[in-house]
């Protein structure tokens, strides 16, 4: 167990401590029901609060890259690395070393693909529609749904191509504290 | 001939042989008599006659401090040899690992929204989702209770262990005599009690049968009851500790408590008389149902009527009107929990309308892990983990009567019983249904939160057509 641990701790080349590796591996293996070192989409359909969630089936799509049907542990990891809170020291970091996963700029590319149905990197009209139908479920029409999209399209569209590239959906949410909204904090 | 002549001397030899070890055969016969008649002399003293008078030498108590001063010796010595070799101790924490804002999704859009002039739909709402929904995934509050609860020092049992490895050879020898003590020792011993107060119970119900009904019956019933129940007490070496006896639930009531373990069921028994609910079993178990419903009404369904809620809320009720019957013991979480929460209440039992009698135990997860993880292990394979573990200890508390209040529903009432045990106990008090352990959640939790967005996003266009 440990080695595993101490070759993710590398492939992942930022600090994070031990016990939070522990306590995430021994989450990781306690969702692990088939105990095959590897997490298939039933396994995270299995924690209550998550299945309550309206986004959920759209949060557990990003842990599974492009056509495979099983995480391993780095994969976890990797995902939940969007989610580190962005540290004072790590902001001057050296740009070289290449962007770590929890850079702004990478939280809301995470935010981003949760739109982004088709991982065509571009939020088209319908898209935006489907995620908004799965955050209101019956409450709101059709025509009220598709007037809200139409106006956010409008707002953010800027290179006039009815859909919205990323740096159009950086730019609407710069004034947003994205780093404090999309972290998560270990206790210990 | 020749054959003859070889088989006569084998024969001889066998016959000198055997003369050899004739004392010797008998000296050991002799010796196994007098160490049986020992081993149940000491059992029936220190044990049965207790048990039957419901008396306690207090040799359980002194075991169970001895035992406290061994664990924290032993935790200390583990860290002392982690930090000598710069490991770090892994240190479960069962409270949550990580920081959890209880904000409601109105607030925290409201929150994104000051500053910006009120759009109805902003593309950063889904930042709350995003982010709530990774956090129950890194930890959650429903899938944690249907495991055994982590410790935070080692009780030397191998099965609670997270950092064993050879720290120090004091440390293995004392965890190798533990074993030798708890599987040589303890083990025998309390299946031997066990036996013998199963036994008691099946033969003892039984003979009382025989009984015509009425108030002498009723009496042998119950010091029958409570005697058996004892001994299985003392075979699980459990030590526990009643708080305000003064509540202890009476004739014409339900008792409701927490569900742990089928154990529950011993600790509560051994000091009082219930009337149990269940569902009629086979081999042992149905044996032991049909004994005890023999010496005073017990409330067993069959496998059948056990989906008719009618039938259920029928018998259940009938038995609660006559004064004269025990009160009825009734886990409503429906399935076992780990002891660190409170989930659920069915309401079923609390549609009755009587008085009931709230009662909440909480095991110490020190001396031996109460908890039935009824997917991981069988009945069997639990009994002897219970058995062999260095003993169970836990605190029961009788809490006040409840009825229900005016206005209130079934459901409501369930609630303000589970908010009193959890409580009391020092549990968590969840609104999660015990019935996750095996089935989905329901399509209606989601559709609340997705009416609670809605609502977000159609009172702000509300805000905006009046202004």
Known sequence: ?188 | MPMKAVFQRRLQKLKHIRGVQQPVFSLICMLLGISFTVWFTLLLVFIIVPAIFGVSFGIRRVYMKSLIKLFEWATLRMERGAKEKNQHLYKPYSNGIIAKEPVSLEQEIQEMRRGSAEPEFDMSDIFYFCRRGVESIVDDEVTKRFTAEELESWNLLTRSNYNFHHISTRLTALWGMGVLIRYGFLLPLRVTLAFTGVGLLVVLTSIVGLFPNGRMKNYLSDKVHLMCYRICVRALTAIITYHDSENKPKNGGICVANHTSPIDVIILASDGCYAMVGQVHGGLMGVIQRAMVKACPHIWFERSEVKDRHLVAKRLSDHVADESKLPILIFPEGTCINNTSVMMFKKGSFEIGCTVYPVAIKYDPRFGDAFWNSSKFGMVNYLLHMMSSWAIVCSVWYLPPMSRMEGEDAVQFANRVKAAIARKGGLADLLWDGGLKRGKVKEVFKEEQQKLYSKVLVGSSEDRSRS
């Open chain 1, 1 to 188: 167990m440990f080695t595993v641990l101490n070759q993710t701790l590398l492939c992942l080349c930022f600090p994070v401590s031990h016990s939070q590796i522990t306590r995430l591996y021994s989450r990781f293996h306690s969702l692990d029901k088939g105990e095959n070192g590897a997490l298939s989409r039933e396994d995270f359909q299995r924690i209550p609060e998550l299945a309550i969630n309206p986004l959920g089936d759209r949060i557990i799509n990003a842990f599974f890259p492009e056509g495979e049907d099983q995480v391993n542990f780095r994969g976890f990891m990797r995902t939940l690395a969007h989610f580190r809170p962005v540290e004072d020291n790590e902001k001057n970091k050296d740009p070289t070393s290449g962007e770590p996963l929890n850079s702004r700029a990478n939280k809301l590319l995470f935010a981003f693909r949760l739109y982004d149905l088709d991982r065509d990197d571009k939020i088209s009209r319908d898209e935006l529609l489907q995620v908004l139908r799965m955050m209101v479920g019956v409450n709101i029409s059709d025509e009220q749904l598709g007037s809200i999209a139409d106006r956010t399209i409008q707002e953010a569209d800027t290179n006039g191509d009815m859909s919205i590239s990323f740096s159009e959906f950086t730019k609407v949410l710069e004034k947003v504290d994205v780093e404090q909204k999309m972290s998560i904090r270990f206790l210990h």
